[in-house]
């Protein structure tokens, strides 16, 4: 895989085409595209192996917390703190300095994330051999344990990811995901060919867990050779960047807080299922008295999540990942009114992938629980749970993704504190919400709280945003929302049709999911020739040639 055949620092100070970081956005989406699709054949056989019970509450949320590591420490707050001080020293003192700084990182953040994950190792032994816990928990802490790991080599090949990004080389750091999602499959493939070999549930977990660890391995190992051709090498004087070092970790806290939230809500979710959900490896009596939230319900969230996380990960961070290299360099020129032209199409690309995606889903939420998760020990009541969870995230897939190119907007601008403060009153919200409606609806108010904390969250992003850089062109983007909002319309009303027929028909759950998806598409794809969405066409690589490019 070669991203470019010319590996050379010198082609970051070439500014990007709008058609040129376009072909980056095809190249990251196409990547993130196969690893959603191993993805979803992965969760298919989760779904078969475990069903939605206590050990995959256990393993969900085990998996939760080094995951959320690696967005916070990872490709998250300290990537997005760190990409424009690499810009900024590759443009202004040269690739010997940037490199410096690169080396820096890198060092601090092996050491301080071996120390938590010691830290965390001795804290979870203790936890497990200090206390008399329940079987749930007790697979909890196990699990967490052999995972906790995983997040020192994930931020690290993150953290590698950002330099690569930086030098506009996209593919590797794309391929990176796909390697977890092959490791993954390799050890469920295992089980499943040989059963017996693993014992219990509860012990084939444990082989799903460890794979995961030996993949973070090889993500970072995949990119080292590609970050080598460009310059890199270790540096025993990388103390000497001490002060870029300290301008990033004061960047990074409120970034931190910021671009995690809906990561941070998510993974509230997911603890408010499982402390809130009836146990089932132990009989207790009354146990539904006070537990508002059947057993399950946790996996179900996981399921959901990774629904709706397909077409955010395969567009909404793909945007994301091409489009802050191009804002911090506007930025870092001062150029505002490129700056200001950039972002506003990366708002106008989301509103034509975000809301047919969240339409969509759904529409679909059903269908698709049922053709992808009911095998195995995965019943149809499980599907039905699961299904309920996707309708309440996919009503916030737009916002989702407009919140990540919003956020990058300020973080490029060397603004911190505003999506702090955002995210803040999103995380009150969230809680507030989750705590209150599954009284009311059960699990599903989990992902519906945090759909509505997003809408209110983009709402105010966009509108200080606004303040912020002198009023984006308002009327072009509600041109756009205009016309996708007809094209959706459209797409739903067939959808619903080819929906009812196939349920009318008693066909399988395969045609029950698929012609309505393909129906709808087509429609939608007919209607957005129809009434002229450039951006949609652009993302197709059949977009008419613009000046700017």
Known sequence: MNDSPNDTADTTRKEPSRRHWLGGLRVVGMWTLFSRVLGLFRDIGMAVLFGNGAVMDAFSVAFRIPNLARRLFGEGALTTAFLPAFIK???ESGTASAWRLANAIFVLLTIGLTAVVLVGEIALAIWNWGFDVSPETRLLIELTAVMLPYLLCICLAAQVSAVLHAFQRFAWPAFVPVVLNLAWLGAIGLIFLFPESFGP?????????????????????????????????????????????????????????????????????????WGFSAPELVNKPNVMTWHPLESGTASALYFGQRLYQFPLGVFGVALGTVIFPLL???????????????????????????????????LLAKPLASLFFEHGA???EDAWQTS???????????AYCGLLILYRGFYAMGDQLTPLKIGTVSVVINLMLNLTLIWWIGGMGLALSTSISATVEIGVAFWLMQRRISSLPIRVLGSTILRTMIATALMVAVGVAMLSWSYASSHGRVITAVLP???????????????????????????RKRKDD
């Open 517 to 543: 998806l393909v129906s709808s598409a087509l429609i939608f794809i007919g209607a957005a020739w129809m009434l002229k969405l450039d951006e949609f066409w652009s993302l197709m690589a059949l977009g």
């Open 328 to 362: 911090s360099r506007h930025a870092q020129a001062g150029e505002w009114d490129r700056l200001k032209e950039d972002l506003t199409y990366g708002l106008r690309l989301v509103v034509v992938v975000g809301i047919p995606a969240s339409a969509g889903l759904i």
């Open 89 to 91: 020293e590759l443009q």
């Open 201 to 273: 549930p509860a012990t084939q977990v444990r082989i799903v867990s460890i794979a995961i660890v030996f993949a973070g391995v090889l993500q970072l190992g995949v990119q080292l050779p590609t970050l080598r051709r460009l310059g890199f090498r270790y540096d025993r004087e990388w103390t000497s960047a001490k002060r870029e070092v300290m301008q990033v970790g004061e960047r990074m806290l409120p970034i931190v807080i910021g671009l995690s939230i809906i990561q941070f809500n998510t993974l509230c979710d997911g603890l408010i299922a």
């Open 388 to 398: 309920r969870m996707i309708v309440g995230y996919g009503l916030g897939v737009w």
């Open 378 to 380: 995965f019943d149809s």
